[in-house]
């Protein structure tokens, strides 16, 4: 999520399917300018409906979020 003056102004990139296999690089549909003070939120979540114990998160889950300016 893009937020400016605390104010949402987009989402950059979202995946809900991700899949760790799979990594890739998504690419934003138009080129956003970043001011001094904007806060980029990364948000991220794991699904655990379909097991039926405790899971138990480690150094094996995480989340990486990578942001490339020019």
Do not use: A, H, W
Request: hydrophobic share 40%.
């Amino acid at each position: 999520v893009f937020s400016r003056n605390g104010e949402q102004l987009s989402i950059i990139c979202e995946d809900n399917k991700y899949d760790f296999g799979l990594q890739e690089i998504r690419n934003m549909k138009e080129i956003r300018i970043i001011k001094p003070g904007d806060e980029i939120l990364v948000e991220c979540n794991i699904r655990t409906l379909d097991r039926s114990g405790i899971t138990f998160v480690s150094c094996f889950f995480f989340c990486l979020s990578l942001l490339k300016t020019f």
